[in-house]
């Protein structure tokens, strides 16, 4: 068994997919056990760790990052505010990585937390960071928090799923970012 375990362990992504795929494919009872499992892991998504985990990459970006990234270059000049922007996208990808597989998989529920975790995160940035690279971005706790929500409604949510996270915003954000619904 020591052999299987070492070998998984050394097979790429795309390799590790390939086989999950064959096997599925071979056998319908492993493909339900496949499902179930992935879906397991998919779920529960913790609105307080993700809203945690965005304050905290946001948190870690420093202000020699935007300085390293402005200036002069081959196509033109990059000012300070759009370096920041540019750091703050790279930082969010990730998680609209993740809303969007919840949207593609039909997790609604799954969805709907992720984007609420998000807003938070954006929301106790804008409010409890001392951050000094806050100071080079300061619209863009709205400014992308209005990115997630649109990432969010791409997703077709439903009716019941928009009135939510309407409360939620009004309920727990004190209606911070109740325009971008």
Not at 80 to 102: H, N
Not at 119 to 134: I, N, P, R, V, W
Request: proline residues 4%; hydrophobic residues 45%; aromatic residues 8%.
């Amino acid at each position: 068994m020591k052999e299987v375990q070492q070998i998984i362990e050394r097979l790429s992504p795309t390799d590790a997919s390939s086989i999950l795929q064959v096997l599925a494919a071979s056998d319908e009872a492993l493909a339900a056990r496949i499902t179930a499992m992935a879906l397991a892991r998919l779920s529960p998504v913790d609105v307080e760790e993700v809203a945690a985990a965005l304050y905290d990459e946001l948190e870690a970006l420093k202000v020699e990052e935007v300085w390293d990234r402005t200036g002069r270059t081959r196509d033109g000049y990059v000012e300070p505010s759009e370096a920041a922007d540019q750091l703050v996208e790279a930082a969010l990808a990730p998680f609209l990585q993740d809303l969007a597989r919840y949207q593609t998989l039909g997790l609604r529920a799954e969805a709907n937390r992720m984007c609420e975790g998000l807003l938070l995160g954006f929301y106790q940035f804008q409010h409890e960071s001392t951050s000094k690279f806050k100071n080079w971005a300061p619209d863009a706790p709205l400014v992308f928090a209005g990115a997630v929500v649109d990432a969010w409604k791409a997703g077709s949510p439903a009716k019941s799923d928009a009135r939510a996270l309407k409360a939620f915003v009004t309920e727990e954000l004190g209606g911070w970012g109740a325009n971008l619904l």
